[in-house]
């Protein structure tokens, strides 16, 4: 039985796509996750158990995370792509060194530009689009979102 080569990869890249879910569906996810008390409001607690704290695995913890935890864990949690979730790690680890670990004045910054008022409340509107401009599905044109 011969099997041909272009066929096999076709087939096995559909089936990386049906793993990972659609932006919108993981970002209904990351929310109902944060948002642990309903209101509507991501908290900074909120914000920092999300995107920092939940992945961190360190005993004890040291408020970074690797890029491996992190991706590991959030495509486990939420089916996000890998290539996706590494990613959107980038974007959030952008700002401050050592590059490959997420921590908190990385979070930090994002917070600031989330809230400018100082008010330590984000919108889960507000949350949901910063999710969408830091994570590759969320610009036009990536090739398989």
């Known amino acids: 039985?011969?099997?041909?080569?272009?066929?096999?990869?076709?087939?096995?890249?559909?089936?990386?796509?049906?793993?990972?879910?659609?932006?919108?569906?993981?970002?209904?996810?990351?929310?109902?996750?944060?948002?642990?008390?309903?209101?509507?409001?991501?908290?900074e607690t909120e914000f920092n158990q999300e995107l920092l704290s939940r992945w961190d695995t360190d005993v004890?913890?040291?408020?970074?995370?690797?890029?491996?935890?992190?991706?590991?864990?959030?495509?486990?949690?939420?089916?996000?792509?890998?290539?996706?979730?590494s990613a959107f790690f980038d974007k959030l680890d952008q700002f401050f060194l050592p590059v490959g670990e997420l921590n908190d004045l990385d979070l930090f910054f994002h917070l600031a530009t989330l809230d400018p008022d100082g008010d330590h409340q984000i919108s889960t509107t507000d949350f949901a689009n910063f999710i969408r401009q830091n994570h590759p599905c969320g610009s036009v044109g990536h090739l398989h979102c």
């Open 60 to 85: 004890p913890s040291d408020n970074s995370v690797s890029k491996t935890d992190f991706v590991t864990q959030w495509t486990t949690r939420y089916g996000d792509n890998q290539a996706d979730a």
């Open 1 to 43: 039985m011969r099997i041909n080569l272009a066929v096999v990869l076709m087939f096995s890249s559909v089936m990386c796509m049906t793993y990972a879910k659609d932006l919108t569906t993981v970002i209904n996810e990351v929310i109902a996750d944060t948002d642990v008390n309903g209101d509507g409001i991501v908290s």
